[in-house]
């Protein structure tokens, strides 16, 4: 059994070679004569481990120096809450809600405080980004909520909001590492990692520093603080140690790849040739606006869900995995990851066609 196009839009396709390094030292770790899943996370091997990927991570994005990296646990999904937590000062928050992951992050910010939407794009199913150039900002929001790329419905912010000043927030999990972006327009830029960059466990919150404060909301759990994990060097408990080595070992990869740079026009050019048949298939259309379409999540469809599923049955027999669209939208999804080579997505594109002249 060879290994599959894996289009999944998370837990998702890790490049081949950190794979295979991980396979030959997981009896015996450079010497230490454990795996790293054996290891203290004291140890001197993993202070290395931890270390080294932070600052590959810092070249890789040029982190500038102030702005902490920190390795957390419990996923996307409690940052929606602590970005709340360490940030509402002013218990005002202001929310642009493109997709089901904003939407979740904004519901859950209600919670703490006056949390607002401010743009949105359900009314017509998230296929697009609003104009986000002139929005009514709250004069004392703490915040200004994005989510970047919009894994479900494939959407991108190709401009960032208009934040008037205030901090932005930013959710990048399904287009972390993807292409280079200026760290210095975010307050806080997190993502779970599993998207586009190592094993589920693990969330990289990059944050300045200066909105990592003791002044949190009230019963603001000790682990829930940015401070706790900043002062520890994201070592006050045990960490996701397994998850950051891979992590760490994809930073390598993609530094020897060429860089973030690099990985754009590999991206760009892989997403255009699926957009590109698809803008040309008589069968498939894909369900973006144009101008907002995502390099890393491409939804489409036929328009007919039997030929949907049926398409996605002959595909899945044919080696391409994961094809089938969030359980929210049906249709298809192909995620195409920086870890999904060229070839998966011209194969996959040669067996679209195949199926619109068999299906015609
Ligand atoms: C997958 C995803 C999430 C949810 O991530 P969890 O790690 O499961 O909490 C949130 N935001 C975006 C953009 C995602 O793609």
New binding site residues.
């Given amino acids: 059994m060879g290994r599959v196009y894996n289009f999944s ?2 837990p998702a396709v890790l490049p081949e070679e950190v794979l295979k390094e991980a396979a030959e030292e997981m009896l015996d770790y450079k010497g230490t004569g454990m795996s790293v899943m054996e290891m203290s996370h004291r140890s001197k091997a993993y202070e290395e481990i931890i270390q080294t990927a932070e600052q590959d991570l810092r070249d890789l994005l040029n982190i500038p120096d102030d702005y902490e990296v920190l390795f957390l646990q ?7 809450a602590m970005v709340p937590m360490n940030l509402m000062k002013n218990k005002v928050a202001d929310y642009i809600v493109t ?1 089901q ?2 939407k ?2 904004f519901k859950e910010a209600q919670i703490f405080g006056n949390a607002k939407c401010i743009a949105s794009s359900e009314d017509k199913t998230f296929s697009y980004i609003p104009d986000c150039s002139d929005l009514p900002i709250d004069d004392d929001a703490d915040y200004v909520y994005i ?6 419905y494939g959407t991108k912010f190709k401009t960032l909001p208009n934040t008037k000043g205030k901090v932005l927030v930013s ?5 972390f590492l993807s292409e280079p972006v200026d760290i210095t327009k975010y307050g806080i830029m997190y ?2 990692v ?2 586009n960059v190592g094993p ?1 466990g693990v ?1 990289i919150v990059i944050i300045r520093k200066d909105l990592i404060t003791e002044d949190t909301l009230p019963y603001t759990p000790t682990m829930l603080k940015y401070k706790t994990h900043a002062d520890a060097h994201s070592l006050y408990n045990t960490p996701p140690a397994y998850g950051i080595y891979i992590c760490g070992k994809v930073f390598k990869w993609l530094k020897k790849m060429g860089g973030l740079e690099v990985m754009k026009q590999k991206n760009e050019e892989k997403a255009k040739i699926l957009y590109d048949f698809l803008d040309s298939s008589k069968l498939f259309k894909g369900t973006v606006v144009k101008e907002d379409r995502s390099l890393m ?1 491409v939804p489409f469809v036929t328009g007919d869900a039997d030929l949907d599923a049926k398409f996605i049955k002959e595909a899945k027999a044919a080696g391409f995995e994961n094809l089938k669209g969030h359980r929210s939208v049906g249709g298809m999804r192909a995620s195409i990851y920086n870890a999904m080579p060229k070839e998966g997505v011209v194969a996959l594109v040669e067996f679209m066609k195949k199926f619109e002249e068999e299906n015609a």
């Avoid at 989510?147 to 479900?152: F, K, L, S, V």
């Avoid at 959710?171 to 287009?175: A, H, K, L, P, Q």
Wanted: glycine share 18%.
């Fill in positions: 839009a998370g419990g996923g996307a999904h409690q940052q929606f997709g992951w904003a979740k992050a989510c970047e790329n919009n894994t479900i959710d990048v999990s399904s287009c993502g779970g599993q998207k589920a969330v999540n």
